[in-house]
């Protein structure tokens, strides 16, 4: 059943549902628009569904990313690593803090930081006295890094993995949720395009009682009104004391509110999506694509579909990429590599360092996926692109 309807497709849409929608009025009409409990209520689920000890609400997985790096220690003379293949933020929080960035190529089947490459990166290191005081995986589309291989290299070389999980809220990993076992402190990120949304959100979660203190200080100006953290006696009710430098990071509850109600439909969400990336792996299986590896030790939360165009493709990335728009089709390209960015550039990197990542993106594309996505908008998707590559 082809979808007659040629209405835009776009690459990926937020669910929002009535019930969503009065979570946010009862807030609206609440005492509370920031502040208030359902913040706290909301991270208590969030910590719950994801079976770790805190979670920490903040207002976009850049500021938790900022937060994370602080509360590891990184400063100037610090050296974070992360991959190519991601977001600017993932490289742009060491900067906030003054510290040096380095990057370890993706693997060309995980898309993710090569677990080959950082052991390989980490044993010169060692031999030149520069390793690393962070390291920053990037869970890509939603699949999971070589956690527990990671976490053995953290403690033979004493980084802290700071895991961005923008993309992979939901995710588990040897059966367990991610951010409950191998990093240290995990991210993730409540942008719109993201697994659940509160417009624009972040969380960040640790298993680690002092971290946690920590980040929530830094959420909110270095400032406590807890009498076990000032370094003062309390002058009186009012009393607060600034014993850090912070920011306002702060998570409002009206986004908590919403947060809170799209948390409920986060399960029956990923198995949407996993059942239309199973789709799409039967429907391209004879197209010139590449498509995302699949593996038995995680979940993926299919937060992207991304495939790479084959050598037998007979169009170009670019031509095809212009062609689906053209077909109101709203496919897209994640990531340029951060380490080609102009401003990174500037920094010394140059484009051919990072190859997997620079081949990776020259190839890739990625097609509509969303929890609502009809059989008809799929078979559209699939038609157009085996019509103009195969
Ligand atoms: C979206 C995203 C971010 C930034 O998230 P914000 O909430 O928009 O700050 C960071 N890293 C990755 C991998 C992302 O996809």
Redesign the pocket.
């Known amino acids: 059943m082809a979808d007659e309807t040629h209405e835009f497709i776009p690459y990926s849409r937020q669910e929002i549902s009535d019930a969503d929608i009065a979570a946010v009025t009862d807030q609206l009409r609440s005492d509370f628009l920031t502040q208030g409990p359902v913040g706290g209520e909301f991270e208590r689920v969030f910590a719950e569904r994801h079976q770790v000890k805190h979670a920490i609400g903040v207002s976009?997985?850049?500021a938790a990313?900022h937060i994370g790096c602080l509360v590891f220690g990184v400063g100037p003379g610090s050296l974070v690593w992360t991959c190519p293949n991601?977001?600017v933020?993932?490289a742009n929080c060491a900067i906030f803090c003054g510290a040096e960035v380095d990057f370890v190529d993706s693997d060309p089947v995980t898309r993710n930081m090569s677990l080959e490459l950082l052991t390989a990166k980490l044993e010169a290191a060692d031999k030149l006295g520069k390793l690393p005081d962070v390291v920053i995986p990037?869970d890509f589309s939603g699949l999971p890094c070589d956690l527990s291989e990671m976490r053995a290299l953290a403690d033979t070389y004493g980084f802290k993995i700071l895991e961005?999980a923008?993309?992979a809220t939901g995710a588990t990993y040897k059966g367990l949720p991610i951010g409950s076992a191998q990093a240290h402190a995990t991210v993730f990120?409540?942008?719109a395009v993201?697994i659940v949304t509160t417009g624009?959100g972040?969380m960040i979660v640790t298993q680690d009682d002092e971290l946690a203190e920590k980040l929530r200080l830094l959420r909110s100006h270095g400032v406590t009104r807890d009498e076990g953290l000032m370094q003062r006696a309390s002058e009186g009710g009012w009393y607060y004391e600034m014993v850090d430098i912070g920011w306002n990071y702060r998570l409002t509850d009206v986004q908590s509110a919403l947060g809170l109600s799209q948390l409920a439909k986060m399960d029956e969400w990923r198995e949407a999506r996993e059942a239309r990336a199973d789709r799409y792996d039967a429907l391209l299986a004879d197209g010139p694509f590449k498509r995302p590896a699949r593996f038995n030790d995680r979940v993926s939360s299919w937060h992207l579909y991304a495939v790479e165009l084959t050598a037998d493709a007979k169009i170009g990335r670019a031509e095809m990429f212009a062609a689906m728009r053209e077909a109101k089709i709203g496919v897209n390209v994640h990531y340029i590599p951060i380490h080609t960015q102009p401003y990174y550039e500037k920094l010394g990197f140059t484009r051919d360092q990072f190859p997997n990542s620079v081949a990776y993106y020259d190839h890739a594309l990625s097609i509509p996926l969303f929890p609502a996505m009809t059989d008809a908008q799929q078979d559209r998707v699939v038609e157009t692109m085996l019509r103009l590559a195969a």
Do not use: I, R, W
Request: hydrophobic share 30%.
């Open positions: 976009n997985a850049t990313l991601s977001f933020s993932s990037v961005d923008s993309h990120s409540f942008h993201k624009e972040g």
